[in-house]
């Protein structure tokens, strides 16, 4: 069952994100917008690994979200090193792979979690079938945006704190791919940044 705006806001406690206008001039695909601000409902069809996550489950911890299909070879280059960084921060990180079908149509659990095996990530995996949640927070008011496959890094008050506009991104010493490097160590650094902030709403609660 789809989580509700009010499910997911118990989490946040922030106002959601909508679609909010670019900049002139600025890239369309930075999705520097959403920094700061708080993402809207998670309206998946359903999980088919590791969930369902709820928003008790995911209150006061880092989240990363990569949107992925198994027909895109930058998600294949993605995914195995986002499963290196999930297995090397352990419970600190969760990292969720949204699964939406280009073109929509439906796909079956098993499939879905084979073609993530086989691209090498091990997560946990939500369905957005009819990318409901693609749509609310990426591709709404923005029709100026080319991809399909963005990530987020959500602190841990629900706040957009890393923006990947879609492609590939990953560790690489090797020239052809110096944006990839260059946008994984922007990613390491929010990444710390933001694990080394203290949770507070365990420190409201307190």
Excluded at 113 to 124: I, Q
Aim: net charge negative; hydrophobic share 40%.
């Amino acid at each position: 069952m789809p989580w509700t705006m009010l499910a997911w806001l118990a989490w946040l406690a922030l106002a959601p994100a909508r679609a909010m206008p670019v900049a002139e001039g600025a890239d369309p695909d930075s999705g520097i917008e959403l920094l700061g601000h708080a993402v809207p409902a998670l309206q998946v069809d359903r999980w088919a690994r590791g969930g369902p996550l709820t928003p008790a489950d995911l209150r006061g911890r880092v989240v990363l979200v990569r949107f992925w299909t198994s027909e895109c070879h930058f998600c294949a280059a993605t995914l195995p090193a986002l499963e290196r960084l999930r297995r090397a921060h352990g419970d600190s990180l969760v990292v969720i792979g949204i699964y939406h079908p280009e073109p929509v149509r439906h796909v079956s659990d098993r499939v879905i979690v084979r073609a993530a095996e086989k691209l090498g990530f091990h997560g946990p995996i939500a369905v957005d079938g009819h990318e409901r949640t693609l749509n609310s927070w990426w591709l709404d008011g923005h029709p100026e945006r080319d991809w399909t496959s963005p990530s987020f890094l959500i602190d841990r008050e629900g706040r957009v704190r890393w923006v990947h506009g879609g492609g590939e991104y990953h560790p690489s010493d090797d020239p052809r791919h110096a944006r990839c490097d260059l946008q994984w160590r922007e990613l390491e650094r929010a990444l710390a940044q933001v694990l080394a902030e203290p949770d507070s709403l365990t420190t409201r609660r307190e």
